[in-house]
């Protein structure tokens, strides 16, 4: 093959389905491994729409990934956090 072989994003493609989003980290996983079959049966441009593919699904799986870790952990923090603090320092906690 002339053309070099895609990257096909799989190792992060399956951290991000552990660590940020299943469902969608699940969809960056299949596409990225299309990208060396494809690549193999000599498909190049199937082989650089799945790369493509699978990284935009990586991108929005880390994306939806960090936006749960502020909705749910760091914005409610922040709010618990100063509340916390109060009720320490009037001695009622």
Known sequence: MDQPRPKNYLVPSILATIACCLVTGIISIVYSTQVNSKYEAGDIVGA??????????????????????????????????????????????
Do not use: D, M
């Open 48 to 93: 650089e729409k799945a790369s493509k593919t699978a990284k935009t699904w990586l991108i929005v799986s880390v994306v939806i990934g960090l936006l749960g870790w502020i909705i749910g952990v760091i914005i409610p923090t922040l709010f618990l956090g100063g509340t916390i603090i109060e009720l320490i320092q009037q001695g009622g906690y």
